[in-house]
């Protein structure tokens, strides 16, 4: 029997079979062909902007189920899509002047980097249960490999080490979640498995032990606390170009995957209310109250990580409700979006500043004077700052307004206050990143990289023109980004 | 014909010896063997449960989830080996650059 | 394009955002040129200041509502539409007049005495303004708290990075006071907005308050921000700390505006938006305020560094803005509303008088000076008459506020007792021994101290700077009237809808 692959199957996907044709083609020109790594980095940039232009083409499109309903192209992935297309680009030119001048730069970091974008990009496209497990498996394996990629030195081994033993333990709670929730409902396609929990035919328990083991796998991607051990050794040990992609982009994917089955397909299990619940109150404060001990920036922006988790996830608490369900993932979205930016800038000064990989210039005294030499690089790290802590007129303070709504809306007024004292112990830490910059003298000592500096620079601009003029327009796109099957 | 529900006891039984190894255990060698145990218990309640539905795609799934399990031993133990050459020890207790 | 200039020539709008042009302007300059980056300061504000002279020369003083509204949709967010609402009443052009007078002198202040980094400095000033002039200015409430949140900032940078010795520590400080008190309006704004559809102020007083239990919730999340602002005891140990560390201008502002940024949030959501939590909570706040204004007075006495004693007899002078708002009487009110622009100008004043002789002598210990009267004579009288009008001599402008707070509160019948106006008055007179203990130990006795033989008197700038407030403070004190008609028939109309 053969499977016919027809064109709309391949309309459908067309961003990522795009990049996966031109990473495999990459591979094997910078094996035989190119010299300089340099060239590899400008081609894979170059195969983001293609891909990112395919993805807005797919922009307004009715949603598609495609592959035998393996995947689906709808707004919500189109959107993320996207996103993951231009994080893919930053990624990348965030990265190549670090490499090269730290002599760890080899070809194959911007092929597996691609690869690991496709995997992102399919974790938001997600129609099937084989697929999550397969797009969890694509994006993650290629990030265990970049975290070791400053090998042989051991920080860099030890995090890829943690990162591999705990991603894969995660994996299995993920591969048995997925188990029992076929279990309950006797199929692995999403859209049949709305059917089947709607005609009430799903055994709920089963369903309910599976959507939890599910959570718990992807509570690990996306480092909630209490699967976040791994995030400050990682982030830590990692190069800071993929600690600062990993932040930003595998946050993404696990809750394109979360949110997916959550929102659309388990509204059923409501019983997980309390349980997320839990973890975004748990992140959120245990998040913010590590962060305020932390010495080295790497770190420090590693527990905001998590404490960001927890404030998306409090949104998502929302889950169960038919009506905010949509407005959650709209909200979460749009933060999201804020995250990124503010993440990417945050990491892309932490670069500029770290000296020699894993050493000097990673430590939060040496920040100490940068506004006096730099003050276009300082007042982009302030922004970024203030965009965390959620001051006005930064896109953070917009997101976690909309989230706030969301948490309001819903009636868990505790955790909106929970949310709101956490930001408060949070302003503290980030301050003093601030504080240091402007108050304290220093002679930090900042590479000329001009792509990094204009990333930084353009993240910062967007962090604090985007919530003025364009808020709406940004969360008028994220509200039409609705998950839909057909 | 013995039940679904055996099969998934085993299976369950499995997945929490697998998962408590993979917490108690030092060497990296064995927590990595212990996560494949978790993996083989979904392995085995795809199975059950595919033959109890008469569906073919729990089945499919294992297939995945083992080609996807050899991928990561591939990955797994090179980052095994080479943090090996570095410390002359694959013992979890060994890895201490990174505290805050 | 047409949006852009129907925006910017709404003379509202260009009041708040006209000093946006001077942070452009200075961006663009080199940092060396700093004179000429005083003066593009210097004159943004005084323009600024123009313009809302002709804001003032277009209100209608009879007219008690809302005027030269400015009210656009903008954004629209998953059902909700957010306004963007400007608009002006008696209860806020005061404190618009007041904010854009004090910008320019808080500027000039600073000619000699800021040295380092002379365009940050303008630049966050004039951000400030942007920011203070907004707050008094938005009905929408989410607009209302980009703007409230957003003077954080500036000021956080003007204390931590010009400040005093421990800066660092008052600056963190000031902004996690506010931020705590902030964040719970934050989630009271946004229960109102899905409570009533709207974020815009008219709008929901249209529609009437909430009723139940949730009023009652709200006005404490709204207080809890306005409170620590003003700052109320026992929210107000920020406030001795920012006002030390700060630069001269940085506490003329604090002192002048953003303190009255607090009682305007009282006066203009906690009293119309909570009328049945506000006359509940009245007593409560009354007594709070009286433990301020006593507290406030006990506590200056002993001190002696001299910003410290100011920092605190403002706990004190707000205390009595509080009391007159919270009588819930015309007189009251109306007091309260120009006892913040004698704060504001008095200790405005004397904190400008502090910068003065800090400048010169770099201490600010009163036991450092006596005699100053010989060799700085100009200085002394000018610092007598500030000194007399803030402790509220008749015939300046501080007796003519508490004088109208004191009768207010005697009045109230939603206070119901005669002891808060008892102990009030019982700050009156601490002040004046304060004051004038304060201004014995500088000015009078013999010139003992070498370094003070031979202070310079003051300049022609650093008279300037001072003479605006002086005339003020004997306008407002000789001839209050025209002060009081721009804000009766606002007050009035207030009054009417809370306590009918």
Redesign the interface.
Known sequence: MTVPVTWQDVAALLPEFFLVVWASALLLLDVFWIREKRTTAWLSALGFVVALVLAVGQMGRAPLLAFRGMVIADAFSVFLVALFALSGLVGILLAQDYLARNGIERGEFYVLLMFSVVGMMLMARVADLVMIFLALELFSLPLYVMTGFARPRADSEEAALKYFLLGAFASGFMAFGIALVYGATSTTSLPHMVDVIQAGEADLALLTAGAALVLTGLGFKIATVPFHMWTPDVYHGAPSPVSGFMAATAKMAGFAALLRLFVLVFPVVADLTPVLWALAALSMVLGNVAAIAQRNIKRLLAYSSIAHAGYMLSAAVAFADPHLGPQAVAAILFYLVAYVLATFGAWGVVILLERRIGQEGLLLEDYAGLSRQYPGLAAAMAVFMLSFIGVPPTLGFFGKFYLFRVVLDAGFVGLALIGVLTSLVSAYYYLRVVMLMYMKPGEPIVRREPRVQATVLAAAALTLFLGLTAASSLYAWATEAILRFG | MVPTSFYIFLAALLFTIGAVAVLVRRNTLIIYMAVELMLNSANLAFVAFARQFGDISGQLFVFFVITIAAAEVAVGLALIVTIFHTKHSVDIDAMHELKG | MSGILEFVTHPLNAVTFFPLVGVVAILLLAREKETLIRWVALGTSLITFVISLGVLGLFNPQDPGLQLVYDRP?????GWTIRYVMGVDGLSILLLLLTTLLTPIAILSTWTAIQERVK?FMIFFLLLEIGMVGVFLALDL?LF??FW??T??PM??LI??WGGPR??YA??KF??YT??GS??M??AI??L??HYGTFSVPDILAQGPVMGPVQYWLFLAFAAAFAIKVPMWPLHSWLPDAHVEAPTAGSVILAGVLLKMGTYGFLRFNMSLFPDAAKYYAPWVALLAVIGIVYGAIVSFPQRDVKKLVAYSSVSHLGFVMLGLFAFTPQGIEGAILQMINHGISTGALFLIVGMIYERRHTRDLDAFGGLWKVMPVYAVLSLITALSSMGLPGLNGFVGEFNILLGALGSRVLGSYWFAGFAALGVILAAVYMLTMYQKVFLGPLDKEENKCLQDLNWREVVTLLPLIVLMFWIGLYPKPFFALMHPAVEHLLQAVLK
């Open positions: 903008w954004f629209t967010v998953a940050e989410f708290y980009i949140e957003f954080l900032v956080y940078f931590g990075m800066r660092m600056a963190i902004f996690l931020m705590a964040i719970l934050l989630l946004v229960w907005g899905l």
